[in-house]
C-alpha cells in the first residue's frame, strides 16, 4: 500500500486556470506538508498542517489554497496559474514536525 | 536565519570510489538532522537520521553521516559507491516550528 498518495501525477494546464492536486496518507500521521521543488531541485516548503489545522505558510502567493477536510488528507487548490508555478510538488507526511517525513511520488505541473 | 547548507552542488565519480558530501546547518534548538535521496524521477526517501546519541549514523543502502556537533557538520559518506547510487541527495535540519529545512541537494553520478 502506498503511505503518501498523490493525484494527478501530471497535471498540464493553460495559464489562467484553476487546478487541484489531492493527497492522502495512510500512515496515521498528525502532521502535512506541501513542497514546491523547481527546475534545479531546489525543496521549499509551502503549508504544514498540523491535526488539520494550519501551522506554516510560507509567504505562498494566496492564489494556493490548501484544504485538510482531516489529518489523513491536504489538497491544494490553484487559482489562476501562472508560467512560474510550473514546478513538481510534493505532499509529505510525518508524525511530528522534528520526525522523518514520508513523501508522495511528486505532482508534475506545467503551464502552457 | 535558520539555514542548510551543502558544498556540493555536483559530483562525479566512478564506480567503487568513495563518497562524502558535505552538509552545515545553522540552527540552533533541537539538532534533528536528515538525509534524504531522491532517484531521477522519484520521491525523497529517507536514509538516515540522528536525533541524539552515537554521532556516527548508519542507514540503508551502506550509507553513513556523522554528526560534529563543534563543526555544526552532517556529512554523508559512504565507502564505495555503485552506479545506482546516482541521485539527488538532499540533506535537512529541523528547524522548529513544525519544518524541516532542506539544503539545495547534490547531484551525483556514478560512471560504471
Known amino acids: 500500500d502506498t503511505a503518501v498518495s498523490q493525484t494527478p501525477k501530471y497535471l498540464v494546464t493553460q495559464m489562467g486556470n484553476d487546478k487541484s492536486i489531492k493527497c492522502e496518507q495512510n500512515?496515521?500521521?498528525?502532521?502535512m506538508y506541501w513542497y514546491k521543488q523547481d527546475s534545479k531541485k531546489f525543496l521549499k516548503i509551502m503549508f504544514s498542517?498540523?491535526?488539520?489545522?494550519?501551522?506554516i505558510n510560507e509567504t505562498v502567493p494566496n492564489r494556493f489554497s490548501p484544504k485538510s477536510p482531516d489529518k489523513a488528507h491536504l489538497n491544494l487548490h490553484i487559482n489562476s496559474l501562472e508560467l512560474g508555478d510550473s514546478a513538481v510538488y510534493f505532499c509529505?507526511?510525518?508524525?511530528?514536525?522534528?520526525?522523518?517525513?514520508?513523501f508522495g511520488d511528486g505532482t508534475r505541473l506545467s503551464i502552457l | 536565519a535558520q539555514s542548510v547548507s551543502q558544498h556540493n552542488h555536483h559530483v562525479i565519480l566512478s564506480e567503487a570510489a568513495s563518497l562524502e558530501l558535505g552538509c552545515n546547518y545553522s540552527?540552533?534548538?533541537?539538532?534533528?538532522l536528515f538525509w534524504y535521496v531522491q532517484y531521477p524521477g522519484q520521491h525523497l526517501q529517507l536514509l538516515l537520521k540522528?536525533?541524539?546519541?552515537?554521532?556516527l549514523v548508519k542507514g540503508i543502502k551502506g550509507f553513513e553521516a556523522e554528526f560534529i556537533k563543534s563543526k555544526f557538520s552532517f556529512n554523508l559518506r559512504k565507502p564505495s559507491v555503485q552506479w545506482s547510487d546516482t541521485a539527488e541527495y538532499f540533506c535537512?535540519?529541523?528547524?522548529?516550528?513544525?519544518?524541516?529545512?532542506f539544503g539545495a541537494g547534490t547531484r551525483l553520478a556514478v560512471h560504471p
Open positions: 540552527y540552533g534548538g533541537t539538532v534533528n
Open positions: 500512515l496515521g500521521h498528525d502532521t
Open positions: 535537512a535540519a529541523f528547524g522548529g516550528y513544525n519544518k524541516l529545512i
Open positions: 498542517y498540523n491535526n488539520k489545522e494550519l501551522i
Open positions: 509529505a507526511s510525518s508524525q511530528r514536525g522534528d520526525q522523518p517525513q514520508h
Open positions: 540522528y536525533f541524539s546519541g552515537d554521532p
